[in-house]
C-alpha cells in the first residue's frame, strides 16, 4: 500500500513538474513586471519609459548625441542617443547622470557657464546671444536658430567690468594713448521732432538705459546729466541745435561730443514711446548732418584710441589694476593727471625709446620690435602680448561659443583658450571642467575614477570615430565628418571627443524562447590547394595561418580562436584535408554568434598548387534566422563585468540550447536552481 502511494505522489509530481515547465517555457520573464505585454514569442515589448528583456529597467531620455559613429557623410546627429552619449543612465529612476559640462534631461545642454559665469554674468545659449545686442560684448544684430547648437551650447555672457570664458577675471580701464597726438571725439545727434505728441523715450549705450526722457521738458544739461548716470558712460557734452528742449514742433538735434569714451563708439540706440501728432526721432553717426537747427553741424567718428591701460600698461586682470610702463600713471580720461588707473598720462619729458628690460637695452622684451618715434609702442611677435611683450599669449583656439556674426553663422573666430578657458600669466590656458587640450580646444572625454574611457578604449575625435564606424562585416566605413573644412555644420568635427572602446568579447546566443522556424548560418568555404596556408577573416579578426592540410578540428579551433566567434561546427565534402589539389569544400554552421551574419573571407596568398591556379572563396549555403540578442533576452548585462545576469528558470548556455559555459541564459533550468527575479 505504501508503495502505491509513493507511486502516485512521484506520478503526481512529475505532472505538477511538466505543468511547471510548460509555464516556464510558456511566459514571458516576470511577466514583464506590468510595464510591458508579453508577445506570442514570450518577448517583453516594453512601455514607454521602460526598458530591457523583462521591463524592470527605467529607459532615460533621448537627445541628439553629441559624439557618435557616422551614419552617413558629414552625419553623427541623425539618430537619437540615451543622454546624448555623454552621461550614464541610472536604470532604477531613468535619470541621466551626466558628464562633467553638461547638464539637461538628457545631457543635451553644454555649459560653459561655470558657477553661473561666477556672479557676474548672464548664461546664455547661442540662439539668446544672437538674439542680444549690447554694442558692451554683444556686438551684431542676428539670428541664430537652424544650426544644430542653437539651443544646446551655452555660454557667460559678463556684467561691464568682468571679463573672461566664466566671468572671473576683472576687466581694467580702457583709455586714450597720451602720446598719440591729431585725433578728434565721438560726435553723434539725436534729431527730434515732435508736432502735438506726447510720451517718453530712452537712449542706450553698450547694454545701459537712460532714464525715459520727455522731450518737451528735458534739456541739454537734464540729457547730459542722464547719459552720465550710466556706468557705461564717463562723460559727455551736449548741445541743442534748433531748440530749447529735447524735440519741439519743428525739430532738435541734441549734438552729443563723447569726451571720454573714445575710439569709434557704438550708435545710441533709440527706444521710443512716442504717439499722437507728428514724430520723428533718429541718430545721426559717422559724418551724417544732424537733421535740424539752423546750421545743422556734421556728425563725426572718433579716432583716438580706446585702449586697455591706454596702451602704456599690462592688466593684472585678478584684480583688475594696470601696471603702467614707467613714466605713465592715472589720467583725467583725457591726458592730464587724474585718479582714473588707466596709465593715460604721461609725466615725463618725452619719449626716446620703447618700453624694456628695466636697465637693459634690450626693448620690448627680445619679442618684438620697436615703432620708433613718435610713438615708440612695441609691435610684438606671434605668441606675446602686452604693451611691452613681456607676457606670454595663450594658444589659440576656434571658439565653442560667440555670438552670431551674421544669420546662423558662428563658430568662425579663433581665440586665446577658445573661450573654454583662462589665460595664466605662464601663457597656459586653464581650460573649464570639461575641456582639454592646449587651446582648451577638446572636449574631454568620460572618465572612471581618473581612468579615460575607463582604460577601455581610446578618446577620438568626431572625425576619428567617424572613419572608424564599424560596418555589419565589423570593416570600417571610412566616412568623413568635417569633409568641407568651411561647412559650420561640422565646426567640431576635430573638437568634439568620445570613447571608442576597446573590443571585448561578449557572449550573444540564440533565444531558447523563439517559437517558429529558426536556422543556424551555415557558410562553405571552397579551397583548391596542394601546399602553403589560408587565413580565415570575420567582423575584423583574423585567424592565425591554417596549413592546407589541416583537418576540421584544426579549422574550428583555429575560428573559435577569434573575438568574434564563441562557438561553430566545420565538416568538409570529402576527405580529411580542408584544401585538395581537386578542390574541397569547408561547410561551416555558426552556433554563436547567431542571426543573418556577414560572410567569412578567405586569404589565399600563401596557397601554393603544384598543377593548377590556386582557388579559394567563400559562399553562404543557409541563412541564418536566428536571434543574436545580449543575454538570449533571457536576462540582463551586467556593464561593469560584461556579464549575464539570468531570468528564473534560466542559465549559461553553449548555443544550442542545452547547459554549457557560455553565460549567456541561453538554457532553460526547470528547478529554478538558478536565475533571478
Known amino acids: 500500500m505504501r508503495g502505491r502511494r509513493h507511486r502516485v505522489l512521484l506520478v503526481t509530481l512529475a505532472i505538477c513538474c511538466g505543468f511547471l515547465i510548460e509555464e516556464v517555457q510558456g511566459a514571458c520573464p516576470s511577466k514583464c513586471n506590468r510595464h510591458g505585454t508579453c508577445g506570442s514569442d514570450n518577448i517583453c515589448t516594453c512601455f514607454p519609459g521602460y526598458t530591457g528583456y523583462d521591463c524592470n529597467s527605467r529607459a532615460c531620455p533621448k537627445g541628439a548625441p553629441w559624439v557618435d559613429f557616422a551614419t552617413g557623410q558629414d552625419s553623427v546627429r541623425a539618430v537619437a542617443q540615451e543622454c546624448s552619449n555623454r552621461g550614464l543612465c541610472n536604470r532604477s529612476n531613468g535619470k541621466c547622470e551626466c ?6 534631461p538628457a545631457c543635451e545642454r553644454l555649459q560653459l557657464c561655470r558657477t553661473n559665469c561666477n556672479g557676474h554674468g548672464k548664461c546664455m545659449s547661442m540662439r539668446a546671444m544672437a538674439a542680444t545686442k549690447n554694442d558692451y560684448n554683444l556686438f551684431y544684430s542676428a539670428t541664430y536658430d537652424t544650426p544644430w547648437d542653437a539651443d544646446r551650447i551655452f555660454g557667460c555672457v559678463c556684467d561691464h567690468g568682468y571679463t573672461g570664458a566664466d566671468c572671473s577675471l576683472r576687466q581694467c580701464p580702457y583709455g586714450d594713448d597720451p602720446i598719440s597726438t591729431g585725433q578728434v571725439d565721438e560726435v553723434q545727434s539725436v534729431s527730434c521732432l515732435c508736432n502735438g505728441c506726447t510720451g517718453t523715450f530712452t537712449l542706450s549705450f553698450r547694454g545701459e538705459t ?5 522731450g518737451s521738458v528735458d534739456t541739454a544739461a537734464t540729457l547730459k546729466a542722464a547719459l552720465e548716470d550710466l556706468i557705461t558712460i564717463r562723460g559727455v557734452s551736449v548741445t541743442l541745435n534748433g531748440g530749447a528742449t529735447l524735440c519741439d514742433s519743428d525739430g532738435v538735434s541734441a549734438i552729443i561730443t563723447f569726451t571720454y569714451e573714445h575710439g569709434d563708439v557704438p550708435a545710441l540706440v533709440i527706444a521710443s514711446s512716442l504717439s499722437g501728432g507728428t514724430s520723428f526721432l533718429t541718430v545721426e553717426t559717422d559724418g551724417t548732418q544732424a537733421a535740424y537747427g539752423p546750421t545743422p553741424p556734421l556728425t563725426e567718428r572718433g579716432t583716438k584710441e580706446w585702449l586697455e591701460c591706454s596702451g602704456r600698461g599690462n592688466c593684472n586682470t585678478l584684480i583688475g ?3 603702467c610702463a614707467a613714466g605713465f600713471g592715472p589720467s583725467n580720461g583725457l591726458g592730464a593727471s587724474g585718479n582714473i588707473l588707466d596709465c593715460g598720462h604721461y609725466s615725463g619729458s618725452g619719449l626716446t625709446t620703447c618700453a624694456g628690460i628695466t636697465g637693459s637695452v634690450t626693448r620690448c622684451y627680445n619679442h618684438g620690435r620697436c615703432q620708433g618715434a613718435p610713438f615708440y609702442r612695441c609691435l610684438c611677435d606671434e605668441g606675446h602680448r602686452g604693451y611691452d ?4 599669449q595663450c594658444p589659440t583656439g576656434r571658439v565653442w561659443v560667440e555670438e552670431a556674426v551674421a544669420n546662423n553663422v558662428a563658430h568662425n573666430s579663433v581665440v586665446q583658450c577658445s573661450n573654454a578657458g583662462l589665460c595664466n600669466s605662464a601663457g597656459i590656458c586653464r581650460c573649464l571642467p570639461g575641456f582639454g587640450g592646449a587651446a582648451c580646444n577638446r572636449m574631454s572625454c568620460p572618465t572612471s575614477n581618473g581612468a579615460v574611457c575607463s582604460n577601455r578604449g581610446t578618446c577620438r575625435t568626431l572625425r576619428e570615430l567617424a572613419a572608424l564606424t ?4 565589423f570593416t570600417a566605413a571610412g566616412f568623413v565628418y568635417g569633409s568641407d573644412p568651411n561647412a559650420l555644420s561640422t565646426w567640431d568635427a576635430d573638437m568634439s571627443q568620445g570613447c571608442y572602446c576597446d573590443k571585448v568579447p561578449l ?19 571552397s579551397c583548391s590547394a596542394d601546399g602553403g596556408s589560408f587565413t580565415l577573416s570575420f567582423r575584423g579578426e583574423t585567424t592565425l595561418p591554417i596549413p592546407f592540410s589541416a583537418s576540421t578540428a584544426t579549422v574550428k579551433s583555429a575560428l573559435e580562436r577569434l573575438l568574434t566567434i564563441t562557438s561553430v561546427s566545420v565538416s568538409f565534402a570529402t576527405g580529411a584535408s580542408a584544401c585538395s589539389s581537386a578542390g ?3 561547410a561551416v554552421t555558426f552556433y554563436s554568434p547567431s542571426g543573418d551574419l556577414p560572410l567569412l573571407s578567405i586569404s589565399a596568398a600563401a596557397l601554393t598548387h603544384s598543377t593548377a591556379s590556386v582557388a579559394a572563396n567563400a559562399v553562404q549555403t543557409t541563412q541564418g534566422t536566428k536571434e543574436d540578442v545580449i543575454c538570449n533576452n533571457r536576462g540582463r548585462c551586467d556593464e561593469d563585468t560584461g556579464t549575464c545576469v539570468c531570468s528564473l528558470f534560466h542559465t549559461s548556455g553553449n548555443a544550442l540550447g542545452d547547459f ?4 549567456d541564459c541561453g538554457a532553460v533550468d526547470s528547478f529554478m536552481t538558478h536565475g533571478e527575479l
Request: glycine letters at 10%; aromatic letters at 6%; proline letters at 6%.
Open 507 to 525: 557572449d550573444r546566443g540564440k533565444n531558447v524562447r523563439y517559437s517558429g522556424y529558426s536556422c543556424s548560418k551555415i557558410q562553405s568555404v
Open 210 to 214: 537712460t532714464r525715459p526722457l520727455v
Open 660 to 663: 554549457g559555459t557560455l553565460d
Open 321 to 323: 589694476l594696470c601696471a
Open 389 to 392: 611683450c613681456s607676457q606670454p
Open 470 to 473: 564599424p560596418t555589419s562585416t
Open 99 to 104: 558628464d562633467t559640462g553638461f547638464t539637461g
Open 584 to 586: 574541397n569544400v569547408m
